[in-house]
């Protein structure tokens, strides 16, 4: 236990150098939420008469609305429902955004922050991770389209003909596997409709500006482009308890503070990163039971 309580300090302490280093403010926004973004396959935890955060995310938007250019966050989120080998009801999240960025912006982040921190643990940014080899070094960066992934492991283009229940299955069941392990691998471009928070492409509005990371096969980060219009958020919010509640669940009540602070907020690029995941893979563990002392579930 002495070894992963000293891993986790050095590495809070390193992704805390990193961002300060580059002008970005550490925040703490509150973990007892009025409500969290709904979305249709993370349920929140109730606690009294408000609910645990799921993410950080529409509070450090509000702070983003109300003036604030570059900051991040590292702390506990819990979601119902989280066990597995990688998975956990309660777990570390950071998250940072940047004011007139997008999430091109923040993929040259998350390579910078990456090789840093392997640098830092495992003292280069190439290393093994149970038994297998594994680079963090920013020029083998693989990015692949999602609907070319699809396209070439799955037979078809979920952007142009989007079956929610079918797309998650192929993405577990087909282009995850087949995604190279020994290296990080972004998934760029989701379909409009698996992206409640992010903005559009342009060019392309039945796809959206989100990218997944993927570190040994293991899903790590999630970025988007985020969405700055009210109207629309406070739609995809409906459309996203509309398909919770055809999935047998429970609409989640919308933040309205949030809602209203959109209409003020600069165009920004967001991230959610799993901190624990990166420990598993920094401390060389194969289940999140390697680094979390008082797992229960």
Not at 57 to 82: D, N, S, W, Y
Request: aromatic letters at 8%.
């Amino acid at each position: 236990m002495r070894r992963v309580l000293e891993l986790r300090a050095k590495l809070n302490d390193a992704i805390r150098r990193f961002f300060r280093d580059r002008g970005f403010l550490e925040v703490e926004t509150p973990v007892l939420l009025p409500a969290n973004a709904p979305e249709a396959h993370i349920d929140a935890i109730p606690a009294g008469t408000g609910w645990i955060r799921t993410s950080p995310e529409l509070a450090m938007k509000r702070l983003l609305a109300a003036g604030q250019t570059r900051i991040f966050q590292l702390g506990p989120v819990a979601r119902e429902g989280e066990h597995g080998r990688w998975h956990h009801p309660e777990f570390c999240l950071l998250e940072w955004y940047r004011a007139e960025a997008g999430y091109l912006d923040m993929l040259a982040d998350t390579k910078a922050l990456l090789s840093f921190l392997a640098v830092e643990l495992r003292g280069q940014t190439d290393f093994t991770w149970q038994g297998k080899p594994l680079s963090l070094a920013q020029e083998l960066w693989e990015k692949h389209a999602v609907s070319q992934a699809f396209i070439e492991h799955a037979g078809w283009d979920p952007a142009l003909a989007f079956d929610p229940d079918r797309f998650d299955l192929d993405l577990v069941t087909r282009v995850e596997p087949a995604l190279p392990a020994d290296r990080p691998v972004i998934l760029i471009d989701y379909p409009a409709p698996c992206a409640a928070l992010a903005r559009r492409k342009p060019d392309d509005p039945a796809r959206a500006e989100r990218w997944e990371l993927y570190l040994a096969g293991i899903e790590l980060a999630n970025a988007y482009s985020e969405l700055t219009d009210p109207g629309e958020q406070r739609a995809r919010f409906e459309a996203a308890n509309a398909a919770r509640v055809r999935r047998g669940g429970r609409p989640c009540p919308l933040d309205e503070t949030f809602l209203a602070a959109l209409a003020h907020m600069p165009p920004s690029g967001g991230i959610a990163l799993g901190v624990d995941r990166l420990l598993m893979i920094l401390a060389d563990v194969d289940s999140l039971d390697g680094v979390l002392p008082f797992r229960f579930g």
